[in-house]
T-cell receptor, first 113, second 116 residues
Framework: DSGVTQTPKHLITATGQRVTLRCSPR?????VYWYQQSLDQGLQFLIQ???????AKGNILERFSAQQFPDLHSELNLSSLELGDSALYFC????????????FGPGTRLTVL | AQKITQTQPGMFVQEKEAVTLDCTYD???????LFWYKQPSSGEMIFLIY??????QNATEGRYSLNFQKARKSANLVISASQLGDSAMYFC?????????????FGQGTTLQVKP
């Protein structure tokens, strides 16, 4: 158990809908990272937050957004969902800055029908 | 741009034997970090080992070692004495270091199957 929690574990929804994925980092970790794992694209970095501020952005679609709250949990919002958004979404955390290892949560498996 | 290449989609190894999973990388940075993660069929990502670009010695963590050849830009993972529980997908990844952004760039992964 990495100490990172993600809810829900599974999510099934329809095209055009909007969903919110939640991540609670390890206690004390200031950095949160979101990754998407799909068969087509592999594991891709989406976005990073550090202590409430956006720190880096990857190949995140405009339909996707994220935020990190004062209690350091983070949410990834996916809207106008398409079939291709079906994937495993990981959240990872670490103390931030130059810390090396990232601790991954169990992931949320999103299925868009 | 940084890139990680894992050329072996799938590998087989006999239980108790050693296996090497290949990883090559491309970067123009002088300072960077290299990682290996394991993803079992249950889906979670498990950190295995880290190598910094300025580390002179190859990293080792138990049965895992990283064969780091900087001039060749390779960071192969060696698993000694394979166990059935080692059957999983293995990802090589890179990040700039030190950096305020710790985003990881992943390779496509190698599926390892350990035969009894």
């Amino acid at each position: 158990d990495s100490g990172v929690t993600q809810t829900p574990k599974h999510l099934i929804t329809a095209t055009g809908q909007r969903v919110t994925l939640r991540c609670s980092p390890r206690s004390g970790d200031l950095s949160v990272y979101w990754y998407q794992q799909s068969l087509d694209q592999g594991l891709q970095f989406l976005i990073q937050y550090y202590n409430g501020e956006e720190r880096a952005k990857g190949n995140i679609l405009e339909r996707f957004s994220a935020q990190q709250f004062p209690d350091l949990h983070s949410e990834l919002n996916l809207s106008s969902l398409e079939l291709g958004d079906s994937a495993l979404y990981f959240c990872a955390s670490n103390p931030g800055q130059i810390y090396n290892e990232q601790f991954f949560g169990p992931g949320t498996r999103l299925t868009v029908l | 741009a940084q890139k990680i290449t894992q050329t072996q989609p799938g590998m087989f190894v006999q239980e108790k034997e050693a296996v090497t999973l290949d990883c090559t990388y491309d970067t123009s940075d002088q300072s960077y970090g290299l990682f290996w993660y394991k993803q079992p069929s249950s889906g979670e990502m498990i950190f295995l080992i880290y190598q910094g670009s300025y580390d002179e010695q190859n990293a080792t963590e138990g049965r895992y070692s990283l064969n780091f050849q900087k001039a060749r830009k390779s960071a192969n993972l060696v698993i000694s004495a394979s166990q059935l529980g080692d059957s999983a997908m293995y990802f090589c990844a890179m990040r700039r270091a030190p950096s305020n952004t710790g985003k990881l760039i992943f390779g496509q992964g190698t599926t390892l199957q350990v035969k009894p």
